[in-house]
């Protein structure tokens, strides 16, 4: 068998992980780089992994094996599920571009949010008060409850809008839309494509993710499945559908007993990196997503080569990067040239803006008028072989991990909860705080 890592993961089968006690597992094992070693499986971890992979089975066959007609036409409605701490900033701008795009393009805008501080969010006003969603979790940075509260967004959207839902985004408070209407339903809806969004790779790019991302996963989710990508993704109805479900659904009486105990997210509670781990690998976990056989071998971990018929391969939110630090940049202006760059990048939203980097929605149409002068078409997104900055955005790193991750998360009732690490940037947190999952 040859050394070349690649080719050892595309000719991988789930299915044999399970003879990793085996001598020859053992020999073959010993070829894979260090970072890709693993233990010989438990009982506990078999049991675990049969009834999510079969559970995976059900699910895509359920939700992904639905062939769209060809004279079906997509309905032109957009969920943005926010994930806040006390309030949205642009609020006011995020109305004005839901309305013009509804005017323009007859494209209709739902917003979900999810507040850390709930009570706080509540009083801020009306329409962040209509739109926030019930649940509330604990979420720590980096943590698993980013997911569960990423995904109880996703769960109220399809419950809202399930019949006519066509996409769900996420977004934080710091975001802003950088896309006109025209452009929106252009890269959306003008198309015959019905894809999910995820810059996804299959590789640590450094020593930091080896250590606290990729191995200290559990065991029980197999190693061609774990993937990871920003946060801010994309979804399709049907994946959001499929990572609304949970995993594994219920197989046979073991877990028929204790459903919550045995769901895929909780193999990601002592990873560093939660947030952008999860929801890849569940999509890959449930075939989704994979690498192409025979793909030229590369060190690069955001080469391309990934087999994912229903995934783009690109971003959907801009962040700046170029000062190469541990968070992306901190913008204190909206101006055309962050809206051009973002655009020529692909991108439908951009972020960390300050608050006062655009105050009202003349500013912003403003801003987006010079913009547009430059003649920005609807994008065609940039390779995602490697981050315009040098880094792929945005990938955990031991200079932010200032907690370690709670084993159990904890649903609570206490509003005022804050954040274990206060002094996060606000963009971070907020990938903390979020709401409920299936």
């Known amino acids: ?155 109220r959207a399809l419950k809202d809008n399930d019949g006519d839902l066509e996409f769900a985004a996420l977004a934080s408070e710091t975001c802003l839309p950088i896309a006109s209407p025209d452009q929106v339903a252009d890269e959306l809806f003008n198309n015959d494509s019905c894809n999910s969004w995820i810059a996804a790779f299959d590789k640590p790019d450094n020593g930091y993710a080896v250590d606290k991302q990729w191995n200290a996963l559990s065991n029980a989710l197999p190693l061609a499945c774990t993937w990871k990508a920003p946060q801010w993704i994309l979804l399709s109805r049907d994946h959001a559908r499929l990572i609304s479900m949970g995993l594994p659904i219920e197989v046979g009486s073991y877990y028929h007993a204790d459903r919550e105990k045995h769901q895929l997210w909780r193999l990601f509670s002592k990873t560093t990196a939660a947030d952008e781990l999860y929801f890849p690998s569940l999509l890959a976990v449930c075939g989704e997503l994979e690498r192409e056989p025979n793909t030229p071998n590369s060190s690069d971990p955001h080469s391309s080569g990934v087999l994912a018929p229903r995934i783009s391969r690109r971003r959907l939110t801009y962040c700046d990067w170029t000062a190469r630090g541990r968070s992306p940049a901190t913008l204190h202006e909206f101006t055309p040239e962050i809206i051009s760059i973002a655009r020529t990048e692909g ?35 940039a390779t995602l072989n490697h981050s315009p900055t040098g880094r792929y955005p945005h990938t955990h790193t031991p200079e932010e991990e200032d907690v370690e991750p709670v084993d159990v998360p904890h649903q609570i009732k206490n509003n005022d909860a804050r954040p274990v690490d206060e002094q996060e940037d606000a963009e971070d947190v907020i990938m903390n705080d979020t709401t409920t999952v299936l």
């Open 1 to 155: 068998m040859s050394n070349d890592f690649d080719n050892l993961l595309e000719n991988y089968k789930v299915g044999e992980e399970e003879k990793r006690g085996s001598k020859r597992a053992r020999e073959e094992n010993g070829l894979l780089p260090e970072w890709a070693r693993r233990p010989p499986l438990n009982s506990n971890e078999r049991h675990f992994r049969s009834a999510l992979m079969e559970g995976a089975k059900i699910a895509r066959k359920n939700i992904m094996e639905r062939k769209r007609n060809k004279d079906e036409k997509k309905n032109r409605e957009l969920a943005v599920c926010i994930l806040c701490i006390d309030g949205i900033p642009f609020e006011k701008i995020w109305q004005h571009w839901a309305e013009r795009c509804e005017k323009e393009a007859n494209i209709k805008i739902m917003f979900y949010i999810h507040a850390h501080k709930r009570q706080v969010a509540e009083s801020s006003s009306e329409w962040v008060r209509k739109h926030l969603i019930k649940d509330h979790f604990l979420t720590p940075w980096g943590s698993v409850e980013l997911c569960r509260a990423a995904s109880a967004l996703f769960v």
């Open 347 to 381: 991108c439908l939203f951009a972020r960390k803006f300050v608050p006062s980097a655009c105050l009202d929605t003349n500013q912003w149409e403003n801003a987006m008028r010079i913009a547009s002068s430059n003649n920005i078409p609807s994008s065609q997104p």
